[in-house]
């Protein structure tokens, strides 16, 4: 089963897909590269004018995988500090990727966006959510920071400074 799926529903619209239903779409590298491959490919795709990124399941993305993240070989020989720094950066990467689409990128936001989720959310431009959608940082409630992949930068564009932060501290 591909964790990464690429449709195209109609006429110039492509839907990446993250399809990992069972483990919510968790950001596991195994999803991640080749997510981030998509969104590279995509936005040079001529016969492409919108996409919409979203998760299989009942789960847009739960953030990262703790329990089952994958392993690249980049990560041989590494000590746990370097593996982290490698991780961050492949995330951050696929922040980027979104960001630098040419096609403006909806959101399709149809269950948990927990964490990177919500960093991953907040990345493109439009955010539909359904009625059971719900967004949450999870860095503050873990003892970490909530900037991560950077949600204070994109949160407050979004939503505004002042609630923006209050999410951002309160985990809320």
């Known amino acids: 089963m591909a964790f990464v799926t690429v449709e195209k529903p109609r006429p110039f619209v492509t839907q990446i897909t993250l399809n990992r239903p069972e483990r919510m779409n968790a950001m596991a590298f195994d999803v991640m590269v080749p997510f981030k491959e998509a969104l590279e490919e995509v936005s040079f795709d001529n016969d492409t004018r919108v996409v919409i990124v979203t998760g299989a399941g009942e789960g847009f993305c739960s953030g990262a995988d703790l329990e089952d993240p994958g392993w690249m070989d980049i990560f041989d020989g590494l000590t746990v500090p370097g593996i982290a720094r490698r991780a961050m ?8 990727a979104i960001q630098d689409m040419h096609q403006p990128v909806i959101g399709a936001i149809n269950g948990a966006a927990i964490g990177g989720g919500f960093c991953l959310a907040m990345a493109t431009d439009i955010r539909i959510a359904s009625t059971g959608a719900y967004f949450r940082p999870a860095g ?3 003892g970490l920071t909530s900037a991560e992949l ?9 939503i505004g400074t002042s609630r923006a932060f209050e999410i951002m501290l309160t985990g809320r």
């Open 89 to 96: 950066k492949i995330l951050d990467d696929v922040i980027k």
């Open 150 to 158: 950077g949600l204070s930068y994109l949160l407050p564009r979004a």
């Open 140 to 142: 503050i409630n873990n």
